[in-house]
């Protein structure tokens, strides 16, 4: 018998649940943080900069009365993540929710590249998505659910030129995304990833006024402009709540209809 009895807007909400992000202290890892403490989420940004999160934590606990921590670690350093998922486990409880956000963009032809700017990349963008999911895979299960959102992006799913260390990386996230999704799926740990398409963040800031970005980038949007960091922050919000509990390796395209066209 169908079931007539709809939760609704409660499945979006995160009232003590945890969730922890990388590279939140800015641009959309702090938009989908703010996202999150909006919904009554308990927020834990995990930084290089320490400073740099302590001051985005301070700013989403006076704003939203919510617990906001901030962490210092790399994501190329699987045991400084170790660490950090433990001290919030002591500390909260539990673990309900990860934003691998942490990333980087090194853009240029192939043969005015380095292998090790290449190989930089890699590090940061695959082996940090890596990392952190790992880090948190243990907790998750022992609890018995969990949301891993990735950040993949539209040059994951479709090409553009001079980005072959952040193209290579966001289709290996792509490809991480299902296969991690279907490891965890059997322990109610749901994965899934957005895919932005151009917002304007600091990494995108340096192109922003290039003919490139106007022609390729901007003016290939159906809607013709850089995308606001709020909205970014539905999406997160869907994959982060029990209204995402069937999604599984899904790619959530956030790019004002670039991938569209």
């Known amino acids: 018998m169908a079931e ?16 922890l992000i990388t590279g939140g202290s800015k641009g959309l890892g702090y938009a989908m943080g703010a996202g999150f403490a909006s919904a009554g989420a308990h927020v834990m940004l995990v930084n290089r900069n320490l400073e740099d999160g302590r001051e985005s934590a301070r700013e989403l606990s006076e704003t939203y009365g919510v617990t906001a921590t901030a962490y210092s670690a790399d994501v190329t350093d699987l045991p400084a993540l170790e660490k950090v998922v433990a001290d919030i486990v002591k500390t909260h409880g539990r673990l309900d929710v990860l934003v691998n956000s942490a990333g980087i963009n090194i853009r240029g032809a192939i043969d005015e590249l ?42 994951g799913l479709v090409g553009l030129a ?8 966001k289709g290996a996230v792509v490809q991480m995304t299902r296969a991690l999704g ?63 509990t069937y999604m599984v390796g899904s790619m959530l395209t956030v790019d004002g209809g670039w991938t569209a066209k």
Request: net charge neutral; aromatic share 6%.
């Open 182 to 244: 279907l490891e965890l799926a059997p322990f109610n740990i749901n994965v899934n990833a957005i895919c932005p398409g151009p917002f304007l963040t600091e990494m995108n800031i340096p192109i922003a006024e290039t003919e490139e970005a106007k022609k390729f980038i901007v003016g290939a949007t159906a809607l013709g402009r850089w995308g606001e960091l709020k909205e970014i922050q539905g999406a997160a919000l869907f994959l982060a709540s029990d209204a995402a």
């Open 162 to 169: 001079n980005r072959t260390p952040y193209a290579t990386s």
């Open 4 to 19: 007539t009895s709809l939760p609704g807007i409660k499945l979006f909400e995160m009232h003590g649940k945890v969730a």
């Open 114 to 155: 380095s292998p090790e700017e290449f190989s930089k990349v890699m590090r940061v963008n695959v082996d940090g998505t890596w990392n952190a999911s790992r880090a948190v895979t243990a907790q998750m299960k022992k609890q018995g659910s969990g949301k891993i959102i990735n950040m993949a992006s539209t040059l």
